[in-house]
C-alpha cells in the first residue's frame, strides 16, 4: 500500500490493475507492518484525552 502514496511517481503502481489487486490480495509483508489501534496500546490516554475533549466542550457551551 505504501507504494501508491510514493512522491516519486515512478515508484508507484503502473497500472490502476495492480493497486486494486494489492487491496484484494495484500502481501504477507503490509500486513505485518499493520499497527494495533491506538486505544490498545494506550487506552488510559485515550480516555483521557476524550474526557479533556468533553469536558472543553462542556465548559465552551456554558460560557455561551
Known amino acids: 500500500m505504501a507504494k501508491a502514496l510514493q512522491p516519486n511517481p ?14 484484494r490480495q495484500p502481501s504477507q509483508a503490509s500486513l505485518s507492518k499493520a499497527r494495533p489501534p491506538l486505544v490498545e496500546l494506550n487506552p488510559v490516554a485515550v480516555w483521557q484525552m476524550i474526557s479533556f475533549i468533553l469536558a472543553l466542550m462542556i465548559v465552551t457551551l456554558l460560557i455561551k
Not at 515512478?10 to 487491496?23: A, C, G, V, W
Open 10 to 23: 515512478f515508484k508507484r503502481y503502473q497500472e490502476l490493475s495492480e493497486f486494486i489487486f494489492e487491496l
